[in-house]
């Protein structure tokens, strides 16, 4: 699934979609292709099916963690991408890039939540995948989330994962969050 968007348009998406799949009842259902491909192949996930499963709707598209790994609790990864003709595989994408849409996540999230960074954008390796990574909390009725957010470059395109827990169970879930970043396979 590949939407082209502009970065600010692309932050308000992610945390919109995220946060309302995140207050949204049940949890999405698993799709029948457990692996996520990006436009053109230059990019796969596959989840496990032990920790995470695929779930795809006509809005997004990413992973949910398995009710068995998780204890029941709603966390999930949603994933997008945006073309851009200078992202290449293995080099990070620039840092204002990361702060653009950091700050468009920011700056678009619905009236309801006091959003804000836990820890800014920084380079970061998860496996082999060299990226910019930043927690995000967002606190306000139905409750408390908290974001990872995780930009890398594939070849012309940017891809976003945004991975969201319950606040409260962020230090139980990120090492699983980190785990599936690790396993994204970027086409070089």
Known sequence: MTTRLPTAALSTAVF???AGAAVAQGAPKPAVIPDIRGPDGVFSLLPDGANWSKF????????????KACGGERVFCTIQTRADEQARPGVALADQTATKFGDGVIANAPKDFATSYVAPFAPKRFGPNLGHWAELKAEGEPGKLRFGLFLVAAKGYDVAFNCVTPSESWATHQPKIEALLASLKIEQ
Do not use: W, Y
């Open 56 to 67: 795809q709707t006509v809005r997004q598209i990413g992973v949910r963690c398995t009710d």
């Open 16 to 18: 919109v979609i995220a």
